[in-house]
């Protein structure tokens, strides 16, 4: 908020002029909305190290690491005390250069054309990733963990501890979603 309170300062002090764009600034303040036209900038906490390629980053069971940087490492004091983690990170390697705001889940024409936002698709506006892990162990400032599925070298963005806040009760999903998990418990 300080950037609106600084560029409200300085329309103010230009006259009467900018009167009724500085009411709708000082709306915007009191709502909390930020205006459309601002960046946001994000600042990594860390990165992933992993040896999958691939397809081998879907593998849940496949062990990775989160390199946190030395700045963040007290962050990390009491972290081990949880069994999951949900890892936020920047999908660096993917391309939306399309600007697909629909897709099929998993890029299956026999499932719905959905907008991204209905789907774990990658291809996303802000391409932020976010997946449960298991937390596996902590050495420093190095979190082993198990099933996260990024590339060697992601930019990490957050990490929260997974509790029993993030659980839903009477979670609903669509039948496609029901159809998907239903095929990847058939035996193949």
């Not at 939306?96 to 299956?108: C, D, F, Q, S």
């Not at 026999?110 to 291809?123: K, Q, S």
């Not at 050495?139 to 930019?155: S, W």
């Amino acid at each position: 908020m300080l950037w609106h309170r600084c560029s409200l300062y300085a329309m103010i002090n230009f006259g009467e002029s900018n009167t009724y764009i500085v009411s709708r600034e000082l709306k915007r303040l009191r709502d909390n909305v930020m205006p459309p036209d601002v960046g946001i900038v994000l600042k990594p906490i860390g990165f992933v190290r992993t040896e999958a390629v691939g397809d081998e980053v879907k593998d849940k069971s496949r062990i990775a690491q989160i390199i946190i940087h030395d700045e963040f490492a007290e962050a990390l004091d009491g972290i081990n005390e949880f069994s999951h983690l949900f890892v936020l990170f920047w999908l660096n390697q993917v391309s939306n250069e399309e600007g697909l705001l629909k897709v099929h889940p998993r890029g299956r024409k026999d499932l719905p054309l959905l907008g991204v936002f209905a789907t774990r698709t990658m291809y996303r506006p802000n391409p932020i990733g976010l997946t449960l892990v298991e937390l596996v162990k902590v050495e420093g400032n190095v979190l082993t963990v198990r099933g996260l599925d990024a590339f060697d070298g992601t930019p990490v963005l957050d990490i929260k501890p997974f509790d029993s806040w993030d659980m839903a009760k009477d979670a609903r999903v669509p039948r496609w979603w029901t159809k998907l998990e239903n095929e990847k418990a058939q035996p193949r």
